[in-house]
């Protein structure tokens, strides 16, 4: 077979590719002890900011911006507004329910009736983050003892919170910000890279060779789209990085989860191949078509980085391979007979996969292209 000729992706070779998207520090600040150490020091200025700003205002209780800052100051600005929207909307409810019911009842009656109140309410709002919230402050403005009403309880409880939810939205912004969508999108170019070693590993197995690293890429696949969904759903909380940003995220993503679907597919139809002999009359179009979907994998992994979608890899037409495959197909079905129906029937499925892989390929470069608006080549 022609694949059996073809270098594959050493796990050396993927490291280098991938430096690419995930910059690499050496010695004790690697990059994601480097994010903690900035994260770190962001949460620390939000919290020591909120309460010299308490002290200055006269808040009480200004200790209580702080923990809020402390709270809703996530890894990228994207997280840090879901939070603080959670925060603030949960305190209001709170403060709301834990003021009015004060004046119905006497505790514990009324305090337990406001929490369930504020927990239904929220959950059909569509506000379940915020029910534990809701539930707190109640708990702060009916039960802590103060030398205010609860009325004053309720509006100084507001005001910290919203004063700690500022500041930390000012800190994420201003210093060292980082964008969900970025990472997102160094992400996504990653993923893609993955997919392709694991796309290689998947056919090494179909051509009889050991392909220990299978399992383990397939968990770093799965690692990996699960950290760009959370990505994706903070990146929807920020502004738009520009026309269709958002969109073509989104559209990469939903791609990325059709290839691994698709991939998982092609691994469960070549388990236990053993050198077919009837996927070997099939070369050198089969050989050409795996290649092309390889390195197309690493094209779009660099259309991703560079966020740049026109240009077709020079020298690859997955179209024409699918057309040359299938053309091949016919000329060697006649001799069918000479082989088993397993391995016939693993040919035909192998084919049809690679033919779906191809396409999702193509049409994650295209679409893409289209959605954020590019001025086609």
């Known amino acids: 077979m022609r694949l059996k000729t073809e270098k594959t992706w050493s796990q050396q070779q993927l490291a280098i590719k991938l430096r690419v998207v995930q910059p690499e520090h050496k010695g004790f600040f690697t990059w994601e ?4 150490l900035i994260h770190a020091s962001k949460t620390a200025l939000a919290a020591a900011l909120c309460w010299w700003l308490a002290t200055r205002f006269g808040l009480a209780d200004g200790y209580w911006g702080s923990i809020s800052a402390i709270i809703v100051l996530q890894s990228n600005f994207g997280s840090t507004i879901s939070a603080s929207r959670d925060r603030l909307l949960g305190t209001l409810i709170g403060a709301l329910f834990g003021f009015s019911f004060s004046f119905f009842g006497a505790l514990p009656w009324n305090y337990l009736l406001a929490v369930l109140a504020a927990v239904i309410v929220c959950g059909l709002l569509g506000l379940r983050s915020s029910s534990r919230l809701a539930g707190v402050t109640i708990t ?4 802590v003892q103060s030398t205010g009403s609860h009325r004053t309880v309720a509006l100084d409880r507001v005001m910290e919170v919203f004063l700690g939810i500022m500041v930390a939205l000012a800190v994420s912004t201003l ?3 980082d964008r969900a969508r970025l990472r997102l999108r160094d992400g996504l170019a990653q993923e893609y890279l ?3 070693a694991f796309f290689e590993a998947i056919l090494e197995g179909f051509r009889g060779l050991p392909s220990q690293n299978l399992p383990a890429l397939r968990e ?4 990996t789209l699960r950290g760009n969904n959370q ?3 903070a990146a929807r909380n920020e502004p738009s990085g520009g026309p269709g940003w958002r969109e073509g995220l989104e559209m990469l993503s939903q791609f990325g989860r059709g290839l691994f679907d698709a991939l998982v597919a092609l691994e469960f139809s070549v388990k236990d191949s053993r050198e077919d002999g009837y996927a070997q009359q099939l070369e050198p179009a089969l050989g050409r078509l795996a290649v092309d979907i390889r390195n197309g994998f690493h094209h779009v992994g660099a259309c991703v980085h560079s966020w740049r979608f026109t240009a077709a890899p020079p020298g690859m037409v997955l179209e024409e391979d699918i057309e040359q495959l299938e053309a091949r197909m016919a000329e060697v079905r006649p001799t069918g007979f000479k082989f088993s129906q397993e391995e016939i029937l693993r040919a035909y499925a192998v084919q049809l996969h690679l033919k779906q892989i191809a396409r999702l390929l193509r049409a994650s470069r295209v679409e893409t292209s289209r959605v954020i608006g590019e001025e086609q080549e």
């Open 140 to 143: 702060i403005v009916m039960l």
């Open 175 to 177: 210093v060292l910000p």
């Open 33 to 36: 002890r480097r994010r903690l």
């Open 231 to 233: 990505l994706l759903q």
């Open 194 to 196: 993955l997919l392709g």
């Open 220 to 223: 770093d696949v799965l690692a």
